[in-house]
């Protein structure tokens, strides 16, 4: 890596690019659906959610199992999809193979990290904490950090402004095409994960590199960070 005044900075996304979080977050809905009397769904159905944050799930969730949910009840359901979830989170979530070493090595190249998710911040900061990796990021911000989330450029320029990084210096690593979209509007190639939660396939995301696993990671972002 070379060396300049301003550090390169790699963002991650979490849910499906980090972290393998769906079993915990349909676990969590089918819950709630059984609890307001609806039947329980395939976690594959709500995987193409996970991305778009929470109260995306409910509110797919709940038009799938009968009448769509109105906005007031959906936000009534987004706290009790937090008390749940937060209870449970850790247990039903685990890390990607190679990701923590693969955070090791990034760290000791001097590279910067952070996570930029749609997830509310404190639950991002909980889970991370409770797998044990909180140590490798220098930031971590959610969609109610900066008041708005993906694939609004803000918080991907608010969360390189918090690691002392600057748009063009970094890499942003997700699963979406709303991380790629982030990623361009914010100055920043995209890496996305062909094992994630992206509605479609991560070879059609026009992203700039796509990994299979983390092995592969630091490889591309050599490439990408001093092309």
Do not use: W
């Not at 709500?46 to 797919?60: E, N, T, V, W």
């Not at 210096?169 to 699963?175: A, E, Q, T």
């Amino acid at each position: 890596m070379t060396e300049t005044s301003t550090p390169i900075c790699i963002l991650f996304d979490l849910d499906g690019t980090l972290i393998d979080t769906a079993p915990g977050l349909a676990a969590t809905m089918n819950t709630l659906l059984a609890r307001h009397g609806r039947p329980g769904l395939d976690p594959q159905q709500l995987r193409p959610f996970i991305s778009h944050g929470a109260k995306a799930i409910i509110s797919h969730a709940m038009a799938a199992t009968g009448t769509a949910a109105a906005p007031e009840r959906i936000d009534a359901m987004f706290a009790e999809f937090l008390d749940h979830y937060r209870a449970n989170m850790a247990a039903a979530s685990q890390p990607y193979p190679g990701v923590a070493a693969c955070l090791e090595v990034l760290g000791q190249r001097g590279y910067r990290l952070g996570i930029c998710t749609n997830r509310f911040e404190a639950s991002a900061r909980e889970l991370i904490a409770a797998l044990g990796l909180s140590d490798h990021f220098g930031a971590i911000t959610g969609q109610d950090t900066f008041g708005i989330g993906k694939p609004d450029p803000k918080p991907v320029l608010n969360t390189l402004a918090e690691l002392g990084g600057a748009p063009g210096r970094g890499v942003f690593v997700g699963d979406s095409e709303i991380d790629v979209a982030a990623a361009r509007a914010s100055g920043l190639p995209a890496i996305v994960t062909s094992f994630g939660y992206g509605a479609m396939p991560a070879a059609e995301m026009e992203a700039d590199a796509v990994i299979g696993h983390f092995d592969e990671l630091s490889h591309f972002v050599e490439a990408l960070v001093n092309s």
